[in-house]
């Protein structure tokens, strides 16, 4: 069981814009939506915009008199809200799900998402504006059905009141709130309402698709697509959402589109080239393979690439891939599994139990656990 604790910085320098490992997106000349093939899914309902952020009458009092307590002190607002959090989520239980502000408060559990879209609630009600800046951190990288998640998540920026809305404020004076303080987090990038709009549409279609209910996918796409419409990532669920309704051909326009018009992701590309190899178009498929090598690969691709190494008996490829993967994201315990076999292969039994070691140490799945003590007891025997 994991406990928040929120930490705050308060700074007087506005967020702007940098080079970031967040994906350059650019005018789409072909939106999304038109893509799609309608006629395979069912659109359903999906939560409205309001739903998301609505909070409880009970709940909005109780904050309100909070601040109007805090006034007395000659506490900023922006301030009072860092303070109702850590005051009201001291028990506050990490949960993968992404949820609206009443399910978070009822269930006083969420994941990163859902803790932004409560603060932005307590934003709204007391008047006060937000932006965000995603941000990575661990674990960064989980691989469940064959889906990759990546745990990218906000932390809120909430902005101190104007004292004179007639004066334009060149630096702006707030308060930034962090969910995951005691983690290493890595800066991905400034991100706004529609964006976090969009990631709770986008968060929830993932978790559709990882559970084969493609018309609930299908449906909350097209919702996230309303708020960020050149999304290379929605691009690459729609191809996913296609291929798994057996539509290989938009599947393949829809990859194709995304990669004409924007600088892809490297899960779009990944998922491109399976669709490409599925359809037997090998040359397609190369092609994608030295896109993939040019970009800067994240940890998990790179397992996938040493993987693929292995399976062609390239050994020091794999061994080099995995260890640039190590130094990206030092605590994914499989990298240190598929290191070990290399090392095993080579003849090392003593860099074959410390790696195995380490990925013990650092594994949460009991079952993996258990298969990796296993190898580590069967190399011990050996001896």
Avoid: W
């Amino acid at each position: 069981m994991m406990f928040y604790k929120i930490a705050v910085c308060i700074t007087f320098l506005c967020l702007v814009g940098c080079n970031t490992t967040k994906v350059q997106q650019v005018e789409q000349k072909i939106q999304l939506e038109q893509l799609f093939n309608h006629s395979l899914f069912n659109k359903l309902d999906t939560l409205s915009e309001h739903s998301i952020f609505e909070l409880p009458t009970a709940e909005k009092e109780k904050l309100l008199a909070y601040a109007k307590n805090q006034r007395q002190s000659h506490i900023r607002d922006d301030r009072i809200i860092f303070n109702y959090l850590e005051s009201h989520l001291a028990n506050f239980k990490y949960h993968g799900d992404t949820l609206t502000s009443a399910q978070t408060l009822n269930l006083s559990q969420g994941n990163c998402i859902s803790l932004a879209v409560l603060t932005q609630s307590y934003a709204q009600t007391l008047g006060l504006e937000t932006s965000f800046q995603e941000v990575t951190s661990e674990p960064v990288y989980a691989k469940e059905s064959n889906l990759v998640y990546v745990a990218n998540h906000f932390k809120t920026k909430v902005y101190a009141p104007k004292e004179d809305e007639n004066i334009i404020d060149i630096f702006r004076v707030g308060t930034l709130i962090d969910y995951f303080p005691s983690r290493g987090s890595f800066y991905s990038g400034s991100a706004d309402y529609n964006d976090l709009v969009s990631k709770f549409y986008s968060n929830l279609a993932a978790t559709a698709l990882a559970e084969e209910q493609l018309d609930t996918a299908y449906s909350l796409i097209l919702q996230a697509n309303k708020y960020t419409p050149n999304d290379p990532e929605l691009f690459n669920m729609a191809g996913i959402l296609h291929r798994r309704a057996g539509d290989l051909i938009n599947a393949e326009i829809i990859y194709q589109t995304a990669l004409d018009n924007q600088a892809p992701s490297i899960n779009l590309l990944s998922n491109y080239k399976l669709l490409a190899k599925q359809l037997g178009k090998n040359e397609l498929a190369e092609k994608l393979t030295k896109r993939l090598v040019n970009k800067e690969s994240d940890p998990y691709e790179l397992l996938v690439i040493a993987k693929n190494d292995l399976q062609l008996g390239q050994i020091n490829k794999a061994k080099n891939h995995l260890e640039q993967a190590i130094t990206k994201a030092p605590y994914i315990a499989e990298l240190y599994l598929e290191l070990a076999k290399i090392r095993y292969q080579q003849g090392n039994a003593k860099q074959t139990q410390t790696l195995l070691e380490k990925a013990i140490e650092l594994e949460r799945d009991n079952q993996k656990l258990n298969v990796y003590q296993a190898k580590l007891l069967s190399l011990q025997m050996d001896k």
